[in-house]
């Protein structure tokens, strides 16, 4: 990879920049209204905030996401220079997100939040993320990047995407949306609320549903059905009180049940047809419930100093039942050899699809029954003071948590007869797993800004204590009466420095950078050391004749990489992390907006255009035929991780109506680790989709809306994993109406 002019490249765009506009539109970045207190909810509130970070940030404000009104997480990510995704399901259930080239495995690398507080089930002893929350009830997503992710962990590699629901409105407003479409897919989404001065509140419902894309032999349903209802509420100081208070709670509860599978094809069967499904997994599902509870405290002492507390409890309970091993002849094989070696394993493969009659307990499905707990305490004190010439913001966050993973799992067998699956022996519950592992952790950290003329800087530190301990009370003991269990812990103890700066030539120039270390907590098995690298970035903001942008480089060198045994991607499922040594990834991340119509004062056409550029490579050898990765050799790519990517939109807006068309490109990616071409036997090829969204204002209250996903129905696949191969969602088309009061 030949990356070393860019830097200088990153340069001349800011000087040219700064040289093409005139001084006079410069202003003093003290002099800015950006320095306000922040609520601990957001890392930046709105794009101004995000464009003046020392690092690569960006914000998805609550106009974009109405753009295509997508349910979705993984489409609506795919905008964002620095993200790599592969799809499992096509509905964005469980995505699978990678920032800046950390695996994308269950999203388990990255710190994601809701409202500013870590939100999958279990972040620090179990961070894959089988919960996520629903996109379609947020206002804005956030994603930040560098050196200032400081402030957030316990994952400080990649960054951290912070979700921000539904706001307690100014004033009296609702909201009613109803769409349907294809594959009987529908959404229902209704908010209200209002502020009376010291109190305030929103209640919300939202429910997506769809009968599913993929196609069962017995003809079930191959979809899901999922519930969210949020409920806010404030009371706050009158305004005239000498030290301004607000208190506020929220509660959510979501529910879910689909007919999800670990099951995909195999190579010819998907050739065939991919939207097939295998009949053994008929009785695949998942259901799940999840609920959080959140109190904030704020106390501002003055417009300079405020301290915020936040209480907060997750609970998230599920049991995924689903298709795990195939015994034949006395010998069980896994779903994910089977699918792998279909000629090697052909007698099983003929139970999987149900085309020949089995013994019993020749399908052995799993009940992956387990429940989480994530609770804890933050606070943060933030206090900006002015000198001459000169801005000063010292911010000062801790948090003790507390999560647990209670895994308590079996399996029924099952025997298949002319492609029907019928039970044949119940698995006695907590006979396959009984165990329950867990994280005490502490984390603290101090950031400093210090704002002279044109230039930022941001020293930043950030402390991790925790405790990962595991308790196996056996598969022969149920009632856990403690006879036979075993235990193991492991501890860590770190410090996380980061350094970020941004130069301000005008309000039309800058550039940033920074170097911090990145972390990621490693399991509970004793002595394993943590995830660490060191990364680097510059990059540069610019408003060019129209044209607005940013352009950044990044380098992560990681000297100690962990993987993690994840069902998810062919593993086992145990969770067990093992060590894959000195890695490198480096890239480019660009995006660039302009308004063609932006003189037009009746009607806009904004394009964007984002670019990623991600280079990865093993810098040891290491492994063997029973690692997740196979055997390694130096110089080998990481799987998962696709070289480029990009994604390009376009609308044209009036206040009548809207039209948008957004393309993207995916590219190939690896699933074995190698250096060779990638084709069909090693990876997921490339592939380019299109999607459109229009809205018609009938009235100030009422419109229409309609989406097309996949408007040229390109069949694809999206990954090899967990088992087999899995397709990307077809043409689809959906209408609605929405009303605003």
């Not at 709105?46 to 009104?69: C, D, H, M, V, W």
């Not at 969210?228 to 049940?257: I, T």
């Not at 008929?282 to 002492?301: C, K, S």
């Not at 699809?353 to 387990?370: E, T, Y």
Request: aromatic fraction near 12%; charged fraction near 20%; proline fraction near 4%.
């Amino acid at each position: 990879m030949k990356l070393n002019l860019f830097p200088f490249f990153l340069l001349v765009i800011s000087v040219v920049s700064a040289q093409d506009n005139p001084e006079e539109t410069q202003t003093d970045s003290v002099q800015q209204l950006d320095e306000v207190l922040l609520k601990t909810s957001v890392i930046f509130g709105n794009k101004y905030q995000a464009k003046n970070r020392t690092g690569s940030s960006y914000y998805i404000s609550p106009e974009e996401l109405a753009k295509f009104n997508y349910t979705d997480i993984n489409r609506v990510l795919r905008t964002v220079p620095g993200i790599n995704i592969y799809e499992e399901d096509g509905f964005g259930l469980r995505p699978n997100i990678s920032l800046r080239g950390t695996s994308p495995e269950r999203s388990a690398k990255i710190s994601i939040m809701e409202d500013g507080v870590l939100i999958a089930p279990a972040p620090y002893s179990a961070p894959a993320a089988y919960y996520f929350p629903s996109v379609a009830r947020m206002e804005a997503v956030e994603i930040l990047k560098g050196s200032s992710q400081v402030q957030y962990g316990p994952f400080t590699t990649g960054g951290a995407i912070n979700f921000v629901s539904s706001q307690i409105p100014n004033s009296f407003t609702g909201r009613i949306k109803a769409s349907s479409g294809s594959f009987n897919s529908n959404q229902f989404h209704a908010k209200i609320g209002d502020n009376k001065g010291v109190f305030g509140y929103s209640v919300e419902y939202l429910n997506f549903n769809s009968d599913g894309f993929k196609n069962l032999p017995d003809g079930s349903n191959t979809g899901f059905d999922k519930n969210d209802v949020v409920a806010k509420f404030r009371v706050n100081s009158k305004a005239n009180a000498k030290f301004q208070q607000a208190l506020d709670v929220k509660f959510q509860y979501s529910d879910e049940v689909s007919n999800e599978t670990y099951l995909g094809l195999s190579q010819e069967d998907f050739n065939n047809n991919p939207f097939n499904r295998y009949a053994s997994s008929q009785e695949d599902v998942m259901t799940n419930d999840h609920i959080q509870i959140m109190m904030t405290h704020q106390m501002d002492f003055s417009k300079r100093l405020r301290i915020t507390t936040t209480g907060y409890y997750n609970g998230f309970s599920r049991n995924w039942y689903k298709l795990n091993d195939v015994v034949f002849n006395g010998t069980k094989v896994g779903i994910a050899n089977i699918l792998d070696r279909p000629s090697e394993f052909s007698d099983y493969l003929n139970i999987v699809n149900g085309s020949v009659n089995s013994d019993a307990d020749a399908i052995l499905v799993k009940a992956n029954n387990r429940d989480y707990i994530s609770k804890g305490v933050q606070t943060k004190f933030d206090y900006h003071w002015s000198g001459a010439n000169t801005f000063h913001d010292l911010e000062f966050g801790a948090r003790y948590h507390y999560d647990e993973e209670d895994r308590f799992q079996w399996k029924d067998g099952y025997s298949i007869t002319d492609g029907e699956m019928v039970l044949t022996s119940e698995g006695a519950p907590g006979s396959d797993a009984n165990r329950i592992s867990s994280a005490n952790a502490f984390a603290a950290y101090a950031m400093y800004k210090l704002k002279y003329k044109k230039l930022t800087l941001t020293p930043g530190l950030r402390y991790e204590n925790i405790v990962l301990r595991r308790e196996n009370f056996g598969t022969n003991d149920p009632g856990r009466t403690g006879n036979d269990v075993s235990t193991r812990e492991n501890r860590v103890d770190i410090f996380i420095p980061g350094m970020g700066f941004n130069y301000k030539f005008n309000s039309h120039a800058s550039v940033f950078g920074g170097i911090h270390k990145g972390f990621s907590p490693p399991s509970n098995q004793d002595g394993q050391k943590a995830e660490e690298s060191i990364n680097y970035e510059l990059g540069s903001r610019f408003s060019y004749k129209g044209i607005r942008g940013e352009a950044v480089v990044f380098y992560n060198d990681y000297s100690n990489l962990l993987g993690s045994d994840l069902a998810a991607t062919g593993g086992t499922g145990s969770l067990e992390q093992f060590n894959a040594g000195e890695v490198s990834v480096r890239g480019l991340e660009l995006i660039l907006n302009y308004d063609v119509l932006e003189n037009n004062s009746k009607l806009s056409l904004p394009v964007s255009f984002g670019y990623t550029f991600t280079d990865t490579e093993f810098l040891n050898s290491f492994g063997s035929s029973d690692d997740l990765w196979g055997e390694v050799t130096k110089g080998d790519e990481l799987p998962y991780i696709a070289k480029h990517q990009f994604n390009a939109s376009i609308s044209l807006e009036h206040k009548k109506f809207e039209l948008n068309l957004n393309g993207r490109f995916n590219g190939a990616f690896r699933t074995i680790a190698g250096t060779e071409d990638i084709n069909d036997s090693n990876g997921v090829t490339s592939n380019f989709i299109l999607d459109f969204s229009g809205k018609y204002h009938l009235t100030k209250q009422l419109s229409i809306t309609a989406n097309a996903i996949n408007l040229l129905d390109e069949t694809y696949a999206v990954s090899r994993v967990p088992a087999g191969l899995r397709p990307g969602h077809p043409f689809g088309a959906y209408a609605g109406l929405e009303f605003r009061f």
